[in-house]
């Protein structure tokens, strides 16, 4: 899966400059990285981002590589239960949780902790959401 995530990460690294009729649209703030020299660190935080995921309590809930089970949904497809699937939305549901009392999906049962549980610093939610945006951005093979 860092394969994957690398992969897109490094084709929007490689998007061509100045209009190209195939260029993807990128949110905001991911423009300004890349128009900034940003392509490295965000390339990085996503690497990060997928250690954390993969590695941390997110894979209880959300499955290997975010893809779903009964106890949260799937951040690998464009459907977004609890935000718009906005980079900074994804940040803030991974800094504040989900209460169940705010679930958009009332078949969910298991409320998501603040950072998922762990103690994660500021630089590794960022990295976090950083991954979790990139597994529905997938390449298309």
Same mark, same amino acid.
């Given at each position: 899966?860092?394969?994957?995530?690398?992969?897109?990460?490094?084709?929007?690294?490689?998007?061509?400059?100045?209009?190209?009729?195939?260029?993807?649209?990128?949110?905001?703030?991911?423009? %300004?990285?890349?128009? &900034?020299?940003?392509?490295?660190?965000? $390339?990085?935080?996503? @690497?990060?981002? +997928?250690? *954390? =995921?993969?590695?941390?309590?997110?894979?209880?809930?959300?499955?290997?590589?975010?893809?779903?089970? %009964?106890?949260?949904? &799937?951040?690998?497809?464009?459907?977004? $239960?609890?935000?718009? @699937?906005?980079? +900074?939305? *994804? =940040?803030?549901?991974?800094?504040?949780?989900?209460?169940?009392?705010?679930?958009?999906?009332?078949?969910?049962?298991?409320?998501?902790?603040?950072?998922?549980?762990?103690?994660?610093?500021?630089?590794?939610?960022?990295?976090?959401?950083?991954?979790?945006?990139?597994?529905?951005?997938?390449?298309?093979?």
């Amino acid at each position: 899966m860092q394969v994957r995530c690398f992969a897109v990460v490094l084709s929007l690294a490689l998007l061509p400059a100045g209009g190209a009729a195939q260029r993807m649209e990128l949110p905001t703030e991911v423009g %300004e990285w890349m128009n &900034d020299g940003w392509q490295r660190r965000f $390339v990085g935080m996503v @690497g990060v981002g +997928d250690s *954390i =995921f993969n590695n941390g309590s997110c894979t209880q809930c959300h499955g290997d590589n975010g893809a779903g089970t %009964e106890r949260a949904p &799937d951040l690998t497809d464009d459907e977004w $239960v609890q935000s718009d @699937g906005s980079l +900074d939305a *994804i =940040f803030e549901t991974i800094m504040w949780g989900v209460r169940r009392r705010d679930f958009a999906d009332p078949n969910r049962r298991f409320q998501m902790n603040p950072a998922g549980g762990m103690s994660l610093e500021w630089d590794e939610m960022r990295a976090a959401a950083a991954y979790v945006w990139s597994l529905s951005r997938q390449p298309s093979n």
